[in-house]
């Protein structure tokens, strides 16, 4: 089945070291989005791609960095993680339309 | 002022009321509206879509979407206590690449 697919599904980093989560997409869709999803809050947009079109929102801390490599597969990169970054990390991709998420990457800080 | 606004709730209908979950914009270049159903712990998941003025209904759903208030609204028919959830309304500017912004959501709550 075509579907957006996160890895890990549960992170956990210490304080100041540097993570990666990553994201891949079977369904060929041109716009990636990653978002950042704390409690009880909207999902946070921290940036996306059109193709390779990089677009980060002006709020975005630069401590959260962006690969996408292809198509298929997109990157979060967070530098030094603080406590602050503690929250559930969303994938999604659209085809212009809706959004379809990935499962979702929860990152403990510690 | 915020992009999408939601009342957070909680609101809570019983079983086999109408559920009406409200949302406005600020941004009147938006092209395309969207409900997301959010369950504790999980991935928004699609509910409903509507890019015209006027009802769109699926099922138990009916979105509404005014663009001259800048109005998008959900109701939930015969609601289930599987319907218990948090709402995203969630809005596409079509601008800098189809950007997608979501409201904080409303919990609602369905008792049996």
């Known amino acids: 089945d075509a579907m957006v697919i996160q890895n890990p599904r549960y992170q956990v980093t210490q304080f100041g070291k540097p993570v990666t989560l990553s994201c891949s997409q079977t369904l060929n869709h041109n716009v990636m989005y990653w978002y950042q999803q704390k409690s009880s809050q909207a999902p946070k947009l921290l940036f996306h791609y059109y193709d390779k079109d990089f677009n980060n929102e002006a709020d975005t801390p630069d401590n959260f960095q962006s690969r996408r490599p292809n198509t298929s597969f997109c990157f979060l990169d967070i530098r030094s993680p603080g406590l602050g970054d503690a929250a559930m990390y969303l994938c999604?991709?659209?085809?212009?339309?809706?959004?379809?998420f990935g499962q979702g990457t929860r990152l403990t800080v510690v | 002022q915020k992009e999408v606004e939601q009342n957070s709730g909680p609101l809570s209908v019983p079983e086999g009321a109408i559920a009406s979950l409200n949302c406005t914009y600020s941004d009147r270049g938006s092209q395309s509206f969207f409900w997301y159903r959010q369950y504790s712990g999980k991935s928004p998941e699609l509910i409903m879509s509507i890019y015209s003025n006027g009802d769109k209904e699926d099922g138990r759903f009916t979105a509404q979407l005014n663009k001259a208030s800048q109005y998008v609204s959900l109701l939930i028919r015969d609601s289930q206590p599987s319907d218990s959830a948090t709402y995203l309304c969630?809005?596409?500017?079509?601008?800098?690449?189809?950007?997608?912004?979501f409201g904080a959501g409303t919990r609602l709550f369905v008792k049996a």
């Open positions: 999604a991709t659209s085809g212009g339309g809706s959004a379809f």
């Open positions: 969630a809005v596409n500017a079509n601008t800098g690449g189809f950007k997608t912004i």
